[in-house]
């Protein structure tokens, strides 16, 4: 049975430049439409600009014409709208049984040469006889009463019965603007064989604007055969239902992008700090680009640390990133890794920051060593850095004692040794970056949601403080500009029926976030692909089941800072709260 879904819809004045930039599109390719699997039928008028396919009207600007005593038809545009596609061959246009040379201005039927004026070019566009075209096709063509009016009627090409057939489905024609569309799709193969690539024109998960829009899906199966283009047609109309930001709302997944110019006119959310077991940070980062071997940085902790090293390998040879441990107690001292992220080698900044915390919140733990009274230790050994390669890692160290910690940057070939350290030199800040131990490597807030939406700014050295602390090399002291390698234990209160997303301030993001969320515990890309740059387009991080979320964030190295987190309202959208109906069902 013939389907109507996909065809153009009857124009109105309302639809005119909508359809007819449908047909513009159609025609500069000359694509033909799928119309459906069986029969089209097509009336067109002499001197007629519009034409119906199948009883529906559709642009027809290169209207029929009356020439020499023959009707012409123009020649791409009506096998467009009959869903027969034209070939070039030859630098000939192949339509069925017909081919045209248009230098020539000459026809040929089943390769037998037509009579002269068989071929007009009238305004750049080709015509040929319409009796003609309905031989080439073995279409059925009647003429109306009035002798202008001419109907074709012919079946759709056959397919390739080995090719697979792209096949969906939408779950209506016509949407309001925001309206979330509804795709199923159903594409086989005949034999059953995998289908391996899917290529879609013109989908969107929704329509904000009004208009006539084509969706075409083409798919592709392991043996390499392409079906052919299956497309739908749909009208967006009406009010509208929802804005991008509202939409986002509802359907966004965690990681997506989505509008929003209004952040920074949004209360900033009421803190307070919370207590927590808190410890020092020991931050390796100048000279970030080292470009000989030597002591990176050094100090000495006992109990809790976090260690944090960022570096690129500016030696003109193979070189490894080191972490030594040296038992200064006159006794064993036990050293145990608890968490552990790296990221090495890359020449990509921001992957070095992302991965690393990814693998961070990721980890078990890791081995306990136990060193003996003036032993040294390796802690971290990173693989191989190429020239220009990074390596990022972030390890939390508990040490039952004091204990000396030495970062190392080493050329391929010397031993990590505490006697290759000592005669190594202490390589000079670099003047741009930060090194030093910081206190307070943690920071805990309890952040109150009193009112929506709100925003929450972190790493802006205001709103939000930077950590401060010392180089121990060089005793001058240091402030932690963008709080790199500082845990944030957020306690989010009154964010039942809330939606928590992240907005680059600073520039260019790439990072991690833990959510707990009651029973639910989720670590979260952000974004979930590429990177966050654009400042009033934030990334979806959740949407609370509880009325309290515990995230954990940590600035991540290679990135800018600030960020904000912004806090919204969605109760009430997944009912129709701003005008349309909820739709979870998306295959």
Do not use: C
């Not at 929506?452 to 930077?466: E, M, Y």
């Not at 990177?531 to 290679?558: F, K, M, Y």
């Amino acid at each position: 049975m013939f389907s109507r879904e996909g065809l153009l819809r009857p124009l109105t004045p309302g639809r005119r430049r909508s359809s007819r930039t449908l047909l513009t599109t159609l025609l500069l390719g000359f694509a033909p439409l799928a119309w459906a699997q069986g029969a089209a039928q097509l009336t067109v008028t002499t001197d007629q600009t519009v034409a119906y396919v199948n009883g529906v009207a559709a642009p027809f600007p290169a209207a029929p014409r009356l020439i020499g005593g023959r009707t012409l038809v123009p020649l791409r545009e009506t096998a467009a709208l009959l869903g027969q596609p034209v070939a070039e061959v030859g630098g000939q246009l192949q339509v069925g049984r017909l081919n045209v040379d248009p230098v020539r201005s000459a026809a040929f039927l089943a390769g037998a040469a037509q009579p002269s004026g068989s071929v007009a070019d009238v305004g750049g566009v080709l015509y040929v006889p319409v009796r003609l075209l309905a031989d080439a096709l073995n279409a059925n063509l009647s003429v109306g009463a009035d002798g202008r009016t001419l109907t074709l009627s012919v079946l759709a090409q056959g397919v390739n019965p080995l090719a697979p057939q792209a096949r969906f489905a939408t779950d209506k024609t016509v949407y309001a603007p925001g309206e979330r569309v509804v795709y199923t799709e159903y594409a086989f193969d005949p034999d059953g064989a995998d289908l391996t690539a899917r290529r879609w024109t013109g989908r969107q998960e929704v329509f904000f604007q009004p208009g006539t829009y084509t969706v075409t899906l083409q798919v592709t199966n392991s043996r390499g055969l392409q079906s052919a283009p299956f497309s739908r047609t749909l009208r967006v109309e009406g009010p509208a239902v929802d804005t991008p930001l509202t939409y986002a709302l509802r359907y966004a997944e965690p990681g997506d992008r989505f509008p929003d110019p209004q952040i920074r006119s949004y209360p900033l959310a009421p803190t307070q700090p919370t207590f927590r077991e808190n410890h020092p940070l020991i931050f390796s980062n100048s000279p970030e680009v080292p470009t000989q071997s030597g002591v990176l940085y050094q100090d000495s902790v006992s109990g809790r640390v976090r260690l944090l090293g960022y570096h690129l390998n500016g030696l003109k040879t193979g070189a490894r990133l080191h972490i030594l441990a040296r038992n200064l107690e006159g006794r064993p001292v036990d050293l145990r890794t608890e968490r552990q992220g790296e990221t090495a080698p890359t020449r990509i900044e921001t992957l070095l920051g992302q991965v690393t915390l990814l693998d961070y919140f990721a980890s078990t733990g890791g081995p306990t060593l136990t060193l003996p009274p003036g032993e040294t230790v390796p802690v971290y050994a990173s693989p191989t850095l190429t020239p220009g390669t990074g390596v990022n890692v972030m390890q939390d160290l508990v040490a039952s004692g004091r204990v000396e910690l030495t970062f190392l940057m080493l050329e391929e070939g010397l031993p990590a040794t505490a006697q290759v350290a000592q005669q190594l030199p202490y390589l000079p800040h670099d003047g741009k970056h930060q090194r030093g131990t910081f206190e307070n490597a943690v920071r805990g807030l309890r952040v109150n949601l009193t009112s929506l939406p709100a925003r929450l700014v972190i790493g802006d050295g205001q709103v939000d403080p930077a950590i401060t602390g010392v180089d121990k090399l060089t005793g001058q002291p240091q402030r932690l500009a963008g709080n790199y390698g500082v845990r944030y234990h957020l306690e989010v209160y009154g964010a039942g029926g809330a939606a928590v997303a992240f907005s680059p301030r600073g520039g260019l993001y790439r990072g991690a976030m833990h959510v707990q969320d009651g029973p639910l515990a989720q670590t979260i890309k952000l974004p979930r692909t590429g990177n966050a740059i654009e400042p009033d387009q934030p990334v979806l991080l959740w949407r609370s089941q509880s009325d309290r979320l515990d995230l954990d964030l940590v600035p991540a190295s290679g990135s800018n800072l600030p960020v904000s987190l912004i806090f919204y309202k969605t109760s009430g959208l997944g009912t129709g709260g701003y005008g349309g109906l909820f739709k979870p069902y998306q295959p």
